[in-house]
């Protein structure tokens, strides 16, 4: 059974920077992304891990998705964070065609 949980959100000033974490169980070496939900919005793609990686415009630059497969566990560093970035951050990934999330970690920026 595949199983997300992920750790790291809080409330930081706009520049400043915190790490997401997402440990898995029940899978190994899947492609792992993140995504996010503003408040009164739709979640939205953030990041991807597999071959290669991925990243949403509005983040490009300032996120970095990266992985320890001896911990099979993704992360999700954050810095120069915007108030914009202000959501709860989702761990997800697919398999056998299911898509299966964490239950969230809150990102706060404050301006």
């Known amino acids: 059974q595949v199983h997300l949980v992920e750790s790291g959100g809080g409330l930081v000033q706009a520049g400043g920077s915190l790490r997401l974490s997402c440990a898995a169980s029940?899978?190994?070496?899947?492609?792992m992304g993140w995504y996010r939900q503003a408040p009164g919005k739709q979640r939205e793609f953030v990041a991807r891990i597999g071959t290669y990686t991925n990243y949403a415009d509005s983040v490009k630059g300032r996120f970095t998705i990266s992985r320890d497969n001896a911990k099979n566990t993704v992360y999700l560093q954050m810095n120069s964070l915007k108030p914009e970035d202000t959501a709860v951050y989702y761990c997800?990934?697919?398999?056998?065609?299911?898509?299966?999330w964490g239950q969230g970690t809150q990102v706060t920026v404050s301006s």
């Open positions: 997800n990934t697919v398999l056998h065609n299911t898509d299966y």
């Open positions: 029940g899978i190994i070496f899947n492609v």
